[in-house]
């Protein structure tokens, strides 16, 4: 990805375009009042949907070995992940790498980076866009990383910072 120091995304992919075609459950989740005054009670941001369709809820999944969603930070400011599949075991890749407080991608090669393993069912909530973050690649065959990931913003901030969504998406 030219955008994010050239940092690869080898990934299947879903648009949020596609899912708000497809599915009935997931647009209403990412829309429900509750969740969003939960996220904005949390951030003391006061945290809305964001306006382009194709970014604001999509599907990234990890399936073959080596496949990875690189470094890299958001185009708006809060990203809940929420977990579908994920490996069991943390030897098998798929963990979420992580440096607070920085756009700086290379942190994420220094002892300053944090390490975080998820299970199906599991969730987060980042603040995307000044943490440094990447998905380290699968390192075996038959294990599967899926995440729904939902972005918010706030009212000043709808307009995407990079071409990177529609390129993935
Ligand atoms: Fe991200």
Do not use: C, K
């Not at 002892?111 to 998820?118: M, V």
């Not at 299970?119 to 699968?138: E, F, I, M, N």
């Amino acid at each position: 990805m030219e955008s994010t120091d050239r940092s690869p995304r080898h990934m299947t992919t879903l648009g949020g375009h596609i899912i708000a075609r497809e599915s009935a459950l997931i647009p209403r989740l990412y829309h429900d009042e509750a969740l969003l005054a939960l996220i904005s009670r949390i951030t003391h941001l006061p945290a809305v949907p964001v306006r382009d369709p194709l970014e604001r809820h999509v599907l990234n999944t990890l399936h073959q070995p080596g496949d990875t969603h690189g470094a890299h930070t958001d185009d708006y400011p809060l990203a809940l992940v929420l977990f579908i599949e994920a490996p069991h075991n943390p030897a098998h890749g798929g963990l979420l790498e992580y440096t607070p407080h920085t756009t700086d991608l290379t942190t994420l090669d220094t002892d300053t980076a944090r390490r975080a393993h998820h299970r199906p069912g599991d969730g987060y909530l980042l603040r995307s866009d000044t943490t440094a973050h990447r998905v380290t690649p699968l390192t075996r065959p038959g294990v599967r990383r899926t995440v729904a990931n939902f972005a918010y913003t706030t009212p000043d901030r709808q307009q995407a910072l990079t071409p990177s969504a529609a390129q993935l998406y």
